[in-house]
């Protein structure tokens, strides 16, 4: 099942001035009802030393449990892509979750390389990041309190998390996502991670979410993506497929196409929606049927 003209959310935009204080592994920004914190640590995945950003409502309720929205970021960019250019962090105030932005390399694809030892971002996200949030922050630690969103690069990686750990996401989304990787075989250094495609095919179906799409007949994850129809790279291509795919295989989801490009402005625009998806996942609600 698929729902393509399900209602669109109102963004919530604010203008907030903001206020830098170090601390040790640490960097925290003070808006209006939303802190932001850069933590690093050490990544036993890697090896090393990663970091990520974290908005949390400000002031954090006592006694209370928050979901978490881990928020992937594309290609080429970084952990602090989402917090500086858009206003997701200020679309926070007013929400019941903590947003988690981590760190996926400009290349990492959020997979475990064979080939490169220091690209294993699918265990970096979904083990070590998860693991020093919930040893850090009030989170909640169920798979109905955890989703995971992101763009290009970072929507694949959402999803793709999504159908390899069903038991750590109740709740996935895509915006602009390449969501089939076997159809860019040349593209964006994946063949540095994945080796040359002819003679290591079946390594990139295993990481590509259109040949994981069998599993979501059984995880149970929520599903959201969308796309941009001016999109140049290939997204709607696979966006299409891919909707294609689990409409036949009977999984419900929710797929839609707006005016748009690969482009931070659509990011911007769409990203609320995504907010309000897995919002109501959290708060148990079947944001299908609404």
């Known amino acids: 099942m698929k729902i393509q003209n399900a209602p669109r959310f ?25 802190t932001t914190k850069t933590i690093t640590f050490k990544s036993q995945a890697l090896d090393a030393v990663t970091t990520y950003v974290a908005a949390l409502p400000d ?24 917090s500086t250019k858009t206003t997701v962090t200020q679309l926070l105030d007013g929400r019941d979750m903590i947003i988690v932005m981590p760190d996926g390399s400009a290349f990492g694809w959020y997979i475990d390389s ?16 998860v693991r020093d949030v919930e040893q850090r922050f009030p989170v909640r630690t169920d798979r ?19 159908a390899k750990h ?3 996401y109740g709740s996935a989304s895509s915006l602009s996502g390449i969501l089939d990787i076997t159809d860019h075989p040349k593209n964006w250094q994946l063949p540095l991670i994945l080796g040359d495609q002819n003679t290591s095919l079946q390594d990139w179906k295993a990481n590509s979410v259109y040949y994981l799409a069998n599993r979501f007949t059984t995880a149970n994850v929520a599903l959201l993506f969308d796309t941009g129809t001016a999109d140049k790279t290939g997204a709607v291509r696979d966006n299409r497929r891919l909707d294609e795919k689990l409409t036949n295989l009977d999984v419900p989801h929710i797929y839609r196409e707006f005016p748009g490009a690969h ?13 309000d998806f897995h919002q109501a996942v959290f708060d148990g609600k079947d944001p299908l049927k609404q």
Request: net charge negative.
């Open 10 to 34: 109102l963004p919530r935009l604010l203008k907030m001035s903001a206020l830098l204080i170090p601390l040790m592994g640490m960097t925290t920004l003070l808006h209006a009802g939303v």
């Open 59 to 82: 002031p954090l309720e006592p006694n209370h449990k928050y979901p978490v929205l881990y928020l992937l970021h594309g290609a080429t960019g970084s952990y602090a892509d989402w």
């Open 114 to 129: 064979k080939l490169k030892p220091q690209s294993q971002y699918d265990t970096a996200v979904s083990r070590d990041v």
């Open 144 to 162: 109905a309190g955890r989703g995971i969103c992101g763009l290009s690069m970072g929507g694949h990686g959402a999803l793709s998390l999504a």
């Open 166 to 168: 069903p038991e750590e």
């Open 263 to 275: 482009t931070w402005s659509y990011w911007s625009e769409h990203i609320p929606e995504h907010l």
